[in-house]
């Protein structure tokens, strides 16, 4: 049993501060998650959040999956200006920030057992693979989708 009282230097995690316009996860595209900062933000593992900026088509197609077959771990997505992890304190470039519209703040602790990939993530969040399942349906379309616009291309 842990009991903490005032300052603990082992902590597994840090806090985190994130401002950014919050996203569909159906609405996310490959093109994004290259050209954007766009970081998922999940439910409380050991210490802190699951928190990781998504660069990977498979993990965008897991979050997708696990969207659409498992309610139980829901995961904010974020397109973002501002990520701070740094403690209490830091800088923003309000430069950054858009002109039009909100934007949301996201504050937390993150774990720093957080995602680092679709095997985490399958480890995770898919005991019985079927959230896998899901996930390669999806990459396969995306693939049929590209080789076909790719054939229509061709034929211009």
Do not use: C, W
Request: net charge negative.
């Amino acid at each position: 049993m842990k009991i903490r009282v005032g300052f603990v230097s082992n902590s597994s995690s840090s806090s985190f501060l994130i401002i950014g316009k919050e996203l569909d996860i159906m609405k996310v595209t490959s093109k994004m998650i290259k050209e954007k900062r766009i970081l998922a933000i999940g439910g409380e593992i050991y210490e802190g959040n699951d928190v990781f900026q998504i660069t990977e088509i498979e993990e965008l197609a897991f979050l997708k999956a696990l969207h659409k077959f498992d309610s139980e771990h829901e995961f904010s997505i974020v397109d973002t200006y501002v990520y701070s992890g740094n403690g209490n304190s830091g800088e923003i470039d309000v430069s950054k920030l858009p002109r039009v519209g909100k934007v949301k703040y996201f504050n937390g602790y993150r774990d720093y057992h957080s995602s680092e990939g679709v095997s985490d993530l399958q480890e995770r969040y898919d005991e019985d693979g079927e959230i896998s399942k899901i996930m390669q349906r999806y990459l396969r379309a995306k693939k049929i989708n590209k080789i076909e616009n790719n054939a229509n291309i061709d034929r211009i």
